[in-house]
């Protein structure tokens, strides 16, 4: 099995810049640009935007039992 990956960051890929890998090579995380630090990086968003999402949903629910009890 082959994985077709590009060698630039842009997109769309110049074809130039477009190569194939094997699945034993594509496991290498490091070499597909999967740092730690991004890996870090895109939890956080995903854990940050859950939050904010639970707490923005909590507040508005929270201002329409005050709105009621009014």
Do not use: R
Request: glycine residues 8%; negative net charge; charged residues 10%.
């Amino acid at each position: 099995m082959n994985i077709l990956v590009c060698n630039v960051p842009q997109a769309p890929c110049p074809p130039d810049q477009q190569g194939l890998l094997t699945f034993t090579q594509a496991e290498d995380f490091a070499a597909l640009g999967l740092t730690p630090e991004a890996l870090v990086a895109a939890y956080a968003f995903g854990a940050g935007s859950v939050v904010l999402w639970w707490f923005l949903g909590y507040c508005i629910s929270l201002a329409i039992k005050l709105v009621s009890k009014a």
